[in-house]
């Protein structure tokens, strides 16, 4: 799912492309894709683009006469900018924005939205007024903008581990599966780790760690799409720390990544860098093996060698 830096670079990208434009037509090629009935797209033909704005991981074009496109990427939806009139393609085609020069002038272009995979869960709001518009915001903190003692009240009103606490939007703004791997890396903290456990030391190291990783992300994946739209977003990238790398070598010990599997979702991290060397325990495996769950790095070494076998000579 797009997160605050990949979320912060598709609100400059279009702020570049389709800031004071007119929008001209909105063409929806998939019905589900709309999750209002009024006002209707053709409500928001001929007015002109007043500004682009995130709301945690949603973007907001803010159109005159206070009426918003609020797009919801959901996991798999993507954006991308094409010349003017261009199709809405037939297989993950969700939409198109035809966008033009206001006084006549030659063709902006369009934005096509797109979602990969049969699970259509991205969206598309069409709403009017900023009273309305403030019902998508979740009430989550902004990292890059938190002070520690706002942090301190967003992650003790409820007592979780810091992993849930970090991708619920009514905590934290912005951040998802991902970047809460990385920022938990970077911090030195277990995702198993109590909200209510922490100390001030680790507050502060959580706040600049989520700092650093969301402000230095977002740098370079301007670095990457420069003056055009971003067209690689995805969430692994192999210059992540521990998201995606189970079983790799983390950069900073050298130890394999471990992961644990819940739902749809995958937890990743070190146990040298953030748990002591503890294995956490994966559901799956852990009601498996019972009191079998290998505790530490060497227990879950010593097991797959007993999985293997002796070696054949």
Known sequence: MPEYPDVTVYVEALERHIGGTRLDRVRIAHPF???TYAPAPADAEGRTVEGVRRIGKQIVIALSGELFLVIHLMIAGRLRWE??????????????FDFSLPGGGAP????IF?????????SLHIVSGEASLRAFDRGGLELDTATLDGLRFALTRENHTLKRALTDPRLVSGVGNGYSDEILHAARLSPFKQTRSLDDAELA???????TVLGEWAERLRQESGEGFPMKVTAFRKEMAVHGKFGKPCPACGTPVQRIVYAENECNYCPTCQTGGKLLADRALSRLLK????????????????????ESG
């Open 83 to 96: 010349k003017s009139g261009a199709p809405v393609p037939r297989k993950l085609g969700l939409a198109g």
């Open 108 to 111: 902006a272009g369009t934005l």
């Open 291 to 310: 009191e079998d769950w290998p505790a530490t790095l060497a227990e879950l070494e010593e097991l797959k060698s007993s999985m293997r076998g002796p």
């Open 114 to 122: 797109t979602e990969a995979g049969t699970k259509k869960r991205a």
């Open 33 to 35: 894709l709309l999750r």
């Open 205 to 211: 190291r959580l706040l600049e760690s989520a700092r």
